[in-house]
């Protein structure tokens, strides 16, 4: 996909490679029109790769925006179904806790409200395929869970769908390109073209290879989730947003089979859920108005969230936190009101009014309703373009590889590989993990397991280099987690560098410069969850691989 001419002219540019742009040039190219999809960095290297990757409604929205509730939830039973291997359930428990020694009247009647609250949004639950709540005994609850502290006096159940959110952006963008549309990433939209008082286009430059140039589009499709008000201050036109900071932390090992919701030492929901072989916390949400590459995390943030956990998860503290992660969450401006409080709908902006007819811009928005978001931008598109407005199908045509997804130890057993390994590529590549293990069939070296934490094997790596837009190592982050485990990407990064160097036709040089790459994109995430004896250990490590592996 990437490296075509893009200087020709298309019926729309889309900027922004996170899951509204993807979803968005999806679309329109399903519907027939010319598309040109550019991403300054990898796809989903903003907030959508950087969610808690539920499609859910939404609950904590249910009485104040109870139209977004209803809008995330039904397309979260789409979503389901064009990628139905991409999404897995997440029972949540909401423990009952008391503020004494023993429970109040007041406790109770919380107790009972939540339980209400949590039936209500059972409501929702049938448009994305979801359990009813159901209340646990104490009993109940320490059988399900034996880590939770104890006194607790039970729970109720919360049934939610996860997903990949990074692969969700891929799968979007390689199917816009399999409908025709072009897709650079690591090529930012540098400005707008304009002609005869409206907008005509924009320039572009790649970051890799330094080629720059001009595409014409008679709509533009701002989608840069957080750099969106300052990439508009800069083009003239005003994306009013509240922008907000999420950070979340990996633990190296699972804590449960259940998510649990926490309550932070400032009396927010937070919560701890099993995800692949790790456990994940999340999520801080502060106003952040400062520039979005230059997002980390602060020891600070590192202990509010172990904290939050901690207290209804004690062993928490005994685990090892691999890294931390971050995103900027997209949110509509609103003065006056709580982070937390602010609406998740989502708006899209026509600015034609200030002199740039043929711009229009999203924010705000959900993972959970990235589908009907982009069907909305594209009816509008459309209605610009003064076409026909055909009818979306986003909501029926699978996703690549989301159709006849096989079965994960028939796999195993057809090509020789653990079920676990096979498991693992039927998540990700839902019915073309055939074809990835074909690669395996044709080449027995290509079953070597690069990565132990992620069973990655080298087969899967090849295929992800030819046929999913990779152009740097690091995209390999997002395409199948390479690098984000526990080792950081010390055990796995070197041989499964060398398999993409050889699809690729990298030399030396590129590969070692790509490895470095790759290890430093790993280390910004790990240094603000190390402190002490592990600091020092994994800088005398860094030095070891920089010094002796020429890195
Ligand atoms: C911590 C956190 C947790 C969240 N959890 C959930 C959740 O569990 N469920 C849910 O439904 N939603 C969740 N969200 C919200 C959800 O992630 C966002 O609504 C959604 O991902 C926004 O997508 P986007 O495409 O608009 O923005 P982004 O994903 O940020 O994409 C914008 C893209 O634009 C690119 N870009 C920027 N400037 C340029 C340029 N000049 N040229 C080209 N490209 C450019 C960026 O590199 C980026 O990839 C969460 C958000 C955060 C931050």
């Not at 997903?163 to 390109?177: E, K, P, T």
């Not at 062993?315 to 997209?330: K, M, P």
């Not at 027995?444 to 069973?455: A, Q, T």
């Amino acid at each position: 996909m990437a490296g075509e001419a893009s200087q020709g002219t298309f019926d729309v540019v889309v900027l922004g490679g996170g899951v509204n742009g993807a979803g968005v040039a999806r679309d329109c190219a399903m519907r027939g029109l010319s598309v040109l999809l550019l991403e300054k960095q990898d796809l989903a290297s903003g907030a959508s790769g950087a969610s808690s990757g539920m499609i859910h409604g939404g609950i904590r929205y249910m009485t104040s925006d109870r139209r977004v509730t209803e809008l995330a939830s039904r397309d979260a039973g789409y979503i389901r179904r064009i990628a139905p291997h991409l999404t897995f359930r997440i029972p949540f428990l909401i423990p009952f806790a008391t503020h004494g020694e023993e429970a109040t009247l007041l406790d109770r009647l919380t107790w009972y409200a939540t339980e209400v609250y949590v039936g209500t949004y059972d409501l929702f639950q049938p448009l994305k395929g979801g359990k009813p709540s159901a209340r646990l005994t104490a009993e109940e609850l320490y059988a399900v869970e034996p880590s939770l502290r104890p006194g607790l006096h039970g729970a109720v159940t919360l049934d939610e769908w996860g997903i990949d959110g990074q692969r969700l952006c891929l799968l979007n963008a390689l199917s816009a390109a399999a409908h025709g549309a072009q897709v650079r990433t690591w090529t930012e939209a540098t400005g707008l073209v304009r002609e005869a008082g409206r907008v005509a286009g924009v320039r572009w430059r790649d970051a890799l290879t330094g080629e720059h140039g001009e595409a014409r589009a008679s709509v533009v499709v701002n989608a840069t989730g957080g750099w969106s008000p300052r990439w508009g201050k800069s083009n003239g036109v005003l994306v009013p947003m509240r922008p907000g900071k999420g950070v979340h932390l990996s633990l190296d090992r699972r804590h449960g089979n259940y998510g649990i919701i926490c309550t932070a030492v400032d009396g927010r929901q937070m919560f701890l859920m099993p995800h692949e072989m790790e456990s994940i916390i999340g999520t801080t949400d502060d106003d952040y108005y400062d520039d979005p590459d230059d997002l980390d995390a602060t020891a600070e943030e590192v202990e509010y969230l172990v904290e939050g956990v901690a207290s209804l998860v004690p062993s928490v503290r005994q685990s090892r936190i691999t890294r931390a992660w971050w995103g900027v969450r997209t949110t509509i401006y609103e003065y006056g009101v709580e982070e937390d409080d602010l609406s998740r709908d989502h708006r899209i902006l026509d600015h034609a009014a200030e002199g740039s007819a043929g711009l229009l811009s999203i924010v705000g928005g959900k993972l959970a309703s990235y589908r009907a978001q982009s069907e909305e931008v594209t009816d509008r598109a459309l209605a610009l373009l003064g076409r026909a407005a055909l009818p979306c199908r986003t909501h029926e045509e699978p996703l690549p590889g989301g159709d006849d997804v096989p079965v994960a130890s028939e796999l195993a057993e057809q090509h020789g590989v653990p079920e676990a390994i096979a498991a693992r590529l039927v998540y990700r590549h839902g019915s073309l993990a055939r074809e990835v293990l074909r690669v395996a069939d044709d080449d027995p070296r290509m079953k070597l397991v690069v990565c132990r934490d992620e069973g990655i094997i080298a087969a899967e790596v090849a295929w992800i280099a030819r046929h999913e837009n990779v152009r740097r190592l690091q995209d390999l982050r997002r395409r199948c987690r390479l690098a984000v485990g526990g080792c950081g990407g010390l055990d796995c990064a070197r041989p499964a560098a060398q398999v993409v160097a050889r699809e690729l036709g990298w030399s030396a040089d590129q590969l070692r410069a790509e490895l470095s790459d790759l290890l430093e994109v790993g280390w910004r995430e790990r240094r603000p969850v190390l402190d002490g004896w592990q600091l020092a250990e994994e800088e005398l490590l860094r030095a070891v691989h920089r010094g002796l592996g020429g890195l």
